[in-house]
T-cell receptor, first 111, second 112 residues
């Protein structure tokens, strides 16, 4: 079945540093979604990427979808303490309308 | 978020007892999902539903059953709880607007 791998598993940065998490799928994805989960909270939908090579920005967050639609990345510029949490990518199995999640990258920040 | 609630929020139960978790939504969404979250494993799909009485298995369905007799309720049952089922359980709905999932607040289940 479809597998989605995400690296790194953990990342600790100083406030103001940049952060990137990477997502790779074993199969071509119809689309990819990103979620953020604050400590003790539930995952919250951030964005969906659909097109090959697509790049979307949300303020300091930049999301990319690879040309082959098998990988994706999330880059945060100049991290702030509010960025703390776990970031998940998820690939959509469109036939069954179900998401397969990566293991997540837990971001911690030193103020 | 999007009218989705899970109950209970926390539960401690003994090995071998049955447990039912409830997910309730108020917006008539067709697709509902149960995931479990464990350290190092991310979110893994247990079961999902694509309509009343229409359900299917996910990647970690052993030891779990589900029922959906009404659009608004999706129940997850552990027939005979084991310690390996200690986890945080999240229900989610597919919101047609952007195909993103909206998650409930989760149920923390401890099996002792």
């Amino acid at each position: 079945g479809q597998q989605v791998m995400q690296i790194p598993q953990y990342q600790h940065v100083q406030e103001g540093e940049d952060f990137t998490t990477y997502c790779n799928s074993s199969t071509t994805l119809s689309n990819i979604q990103w979620y953020k989960q604050r400590p003790g909270g539930h995952p919250v939908f951030l964005i969906q990427l659909v097109k090959s090579g697509e790049v979307k920005k949300q303020k300091r967050l930049t999301f990319q979808f690879g040309e082959a639609k098998k990988n994706s990345s999330l880059h945060i510029t100049a991290t702030q303490t509010t960025d703390v949490g776990t970031y998940f990518c998820a690939g959509l199995d469109q036939g069954a309308q179900k998401l397969v999640f990566g293991q997540g990258t837990r971001l911690t920040i030193n103020p | 978020d999007a009218g989705i609630t899970q109950s209970p929020r926390h539960k401690v139960t003994e090995t071998g007892t049955p447990v039912t978790l409830r997910c309730h939504q108020t917006e008539n969404h067709r697709y509902m999902y149960w995931y479990r979250q464990d350290p190092g494993h991310g979110l893994r799909l247990i079961h999902y539903s694509y309509g009343v009485k229409d359900t299917d298995k996910g990647e970690v369905s052993d030891g779990y059953s589900v029922s959906r007799s009404k659009t608004e309720d999706f129940l997850l049952t552990l027939e005979s709880a084991t310690s390996s089922q200690t986890s945080v359980y999240f229900c989610a709905i597919l919101t047609a607007a952007n195909y993103g999932y909206t998650f409930g607040s989760g149920t923390r289940l401890t099996v002792v």
